[in-house]
């Protein structure tokens, strides 16, 4: 079992920034490829960025490419979101979760296994 905690979220105006954080206990962090997805309202929840075992292999979402950085800290279990020149559309509540499959680096949702509680993201215009 691992159990994952969310925070960082908050209101920001459109451009602003946050960083998200996620740590995480219960099974050996640095043994699975951890994932940050979204879900506004009405909206299925969709994958944002995914990062490898070591860190090395990062993978995004096209909305997000170039404004968003995914990053791990394996010594401490922490998988990070920065979040720049955000949009309203960025609005949502944003998940970590970590894959099912020690070694697996795959994107779909239904791949990961274990989820936190979310923190909600909100950009005003």
């Known amino acids: 079992q691992v159990q994952l905690v969310e925070s960082g979220g908050g209101l920001v105006q459109a451009g602003g920034s946050l960083r998200l954080s996620c740590a995480a206990s219960?099974?050996?962090?640095?043994?699975?490829?951890m994932g940050w997805f979204r879900q506004a309202p009405g909206k299925e929840r969709e994958f944002v960025a995914a990062?490898?075992?070591?860190?090395?292999?990062?993978y995004y979402a096209d909305s997000v490419k170039g404004r968003f950085t995914i990053s791990r800290e394996n010594g401490k279990n922490t998988v990070y979101l920065q979040m720049n020149s955000l949009k309203p559309e960025d609005s949502a509540v944003y998940y970590c979760?970590?894959?099912?499959?020690?070694?697996?680096?795959?994107?779909?949702?239904?791949?990961?296994?274990?989820w936190g509680q979310g923190t909600q993201v909100t950009v005003s215009s």
């Open positions: 979760a970590a894959h099912r499959s020690p070694g697996s680096t795959t994107l779909p949702r239904d791949d990961y296994a274990y």
């Open positions: 219960g099974r050996t962090f640095s043994s699975f490829t």
């Open positions: 990062i490898s075992l070591s860190g090395k292999n990062t």
